[in-house]
């Protein structure tokens, strides 16, 4: 049962427009959720994150945004950039136990 | 600078051939985990450890093993390797915070 799920496995965008990645997931009790970026060979970084009291969370290009009722969130970029190019994942946490990871989205930003 | 560190970053063994996965972070974080990523992108939890000789079992059942004699290190033996063990292991760590922090991944391949 997947709890934590990204249904859109890839996502092509053009440099300078947004990048927007969807996560929906099952369990109401998830209580902070985080985004992370892997490129092939290497392990994942963090990205973003947000707690579940909030709705938005902003770093620089990057804005996370929830929503609870829909149990949905998105991770959005703008602009974009060929950098960006990677597999994104998103994660939910429930109590400080393990991270429940998505599936993963491959972003591929082309000029 | 990395805090978690895994070697070798690439491995290929032959079939039977026993190997040993190291992984070892200077953050004095508790927790510590293994990943299993195949070619698909999902991130697979194949062990954890709460701390100094505490091992759990994971999402996925794996062939390997881990053992946690020290708080900073937390390696991964598989016994005999087959080619179904080719894969990315994946390491990482966590501490009083929500997000994980993982090393450059191995990349295992059994021929």
Known sequence: DQQVKQNSPSLSVQEGRISILNCDYTNSMFDYFLWYKKYPAEGPTFLISISSIKDKNEDGRFTVFLNKSAKHLSLHIVPSQPGDSAVYFCAAIPNTDKLIFGTGTRLQVFP | EADIYQTPRYLVIGTG??????CSQTMGHDKMYWYQQDPGMELHLIHYSY?????????LSSESTVSRIRTEHFPLTLESARPSHTSQYLCASSGQGYGYTFGSGTRLTVV
């Open chain 2, 17 to 22: 051939k026993k190997i040993t996965l190291e």
């Open chain 2, 51 to 59: 701390g100094v000789n505490s091992t759990e079992k994971g999402d």
